[in-house]
């Protein structure tokens, strides 16, 4: 059993240190406790967890640059620090946990299950009961109502086995044994309803589990600290494989991230097959909604065009920059985004059907409008009337569209894309 100093001050004492706050040491403190703050705050945790990313990324990016200065975390009751400080990081860590457990919670077991690895829950379970009966105990000397530590203390004598807990609960999210939880998210799982693709979701969810294993860090850092038997050299190793472990965890989401965002055309590609496999006998107009109602990507813009599978080039044209098609089962789908950022290279008056004359086949009309409009045209759809399709878009103002007796024309556009025309074959599949 290890034995643990009663005092922080002999805690010191008997690492060798001697306790002196410099005002750097303070200042890094505070910008520590406000970034993980901010971290926790920008924690999504809803089932659609929409623009999630956009506001974890950088927030977790911010707090992994203080990540090698946690072990400080150690020493909160002996800094001069704001409470309101400490309790704005507490408040923001229970509402992130009160958001994102109960969903994180059910959604868990169901990936390992469908990936035949309930050992993996196990771990994920154990370290989840562990941190927080653990936190409740470390949040009193965080705040220093245990100012000796001595409560703290009867916990980590208490659960000698919490290190191997949490370095199992860790390998999850940094995927270094089998069960890997990253791999597990950002691969999708249509089982669970996690499809390719869907960043927000992904980003939140295993962020969220970051911020679990970051309390979980905290906590051992400070059981090493209160134990006797452990010298300075030896602390400031095992504390170092933690803050290391921790930076990697985080770099893993970032990694991914940047993957997901390279990969976007094969990450639809696969997300839309699923759902077609998912959704064989939807109408039209049903799976169109549905499918853009996924915000799989909170910083594009999706525009779906579906037909059934029988309709050949005669019956749909379809030719864009950032275009995927797919036809399987009933359904021939073309898939296409633009950046969220993006201005309109149309004009709101353009007349379509200008382009329109008794001899010209649907290629003949793209062309016209291609000459005409000039190059910041991304994209020519063009149905035959007379073939049932749908159409959802989110491009706003940056789609132009046209019904007529014979064919439906939509056309889009952005300033930022004015990449010309693309070559006949490469649009069609």
């Not at 946690?70 to 946990?97: C, G, K, R, T, W």
């Not at 077991?109 to 370290?127: A, H, R, V, W």
């Not at 992904?202 to 850092?221: E, H, N, P, W």
Request: with cysteine; glycine share 6%.
């Amino acid at each position: 059993m290890i034995k643990i100093k009663q005092t922080l001050f002999f805690t010191f004492l008997g690492l060798g240190l001697t306790y002196q706050q410099t005002s750097n040491e303070t200042q890094t403190m505070i910008e520590l406790i406000q970034s993980f703050t901010n971290f926790a705050n920008s924690l999504n945790g809803t089932t659609l967890p929409y623009e999630a990313a956009e506001q974890i990324i950088p927030a977790i990016s911010k707090f992994q640059e203080y990540v090698y200065d946690i072990a400080l975390v150690n020493f909160i009751p002996q800094y001069n620090i704001d409470q309101s400080l400490i309790n704005s990081m507490l408040e923001a860590i229970n509402a992130a946990y009160q958001r994102s457990y109960p969903i994180t919670n059910q959604q868990t077991p169901s990936i390992f299950n469908s990936l035949d690895q309930p050992e993996c829950y196990t771990k994920y379970s154990e370290g989840d009961i562990m941190i927080y009966y653990g936190f409740n105990n470390y949040i009193k000397f965080a705040t220093g109502e245990d100012s000796s530590g001595s409560e703290f203390a009867s916990f980590c004598v208490s659960e000698p086995n919490f290190s191997h807990i949490l370095d199992d609960f860790i390998g999850l999210i940094e995927g270094t044994g089998e069960c890997d939880i990253l791999a597990a998210l950002f691969s999708g799982e249509p089982k669970s309803n996690i499809y390719t693709g869907w960043t927000d979701f992904k980003v939140d969810r295993s962020s969220y589990l970051v911020m679990y294993a970051t309390l979980g860090i905290a906590m051992q850092t400070t059981c090493n600290y209160l134990n006797t038997s452990l010298d300075q050299s030896k602390i400031k190793d095992m504390n170092g494989k933690y803050t290391n472990q921790l930076v990697r965890m985080i770099s893993r989401i970032l990694e991914f991230n940047a993957l997901a965002q390279q990969s976007v055309s094969q990450s639809l590609t696969l997300t839309l097959i699923q759902i077609m496999v998912d959704n064989p006998n939807l109408s039209l107009d049903t799976f169109t909604n549905g499918f853009n109602g996924f915000d799989l990507y909170s910083d594009l813009l999706l525009t779906i065009g579906l037909t059934y599978s029988s309709a050949d080039e005669r019956d749909f044209y379809s030719e864009c920059w950032n275009c995927i098609n797919v036809t399987l089962g009933r359904y021939r789908a073309v898939l296409t985004w633009l950046s969220f950022n993006t201005t309109t290279s149309l004009s709101s008056d353009l007349n379509l059907q200008q382009y329109l004359t008794e001899n010209r086949n649907p290629q003949d009309i793209a062309s016209a409008i291609r000459k005409n409009v000039g190059d910041c045209v991304s994209g020519v759809w063009i149905f035959n009337q007379s073939t049932p399709h749908s159409i959802e878009s989110a491009f706003e103002d940056r789609i132009v569209s046209y019904q007529g007796e014979i064919y439906d024309i939509y056309v889009w556009g952005v300033q930022e894309d004015c990449l010309g025309r693309q070559s006949f074959r490469q649009s069609l599949y």
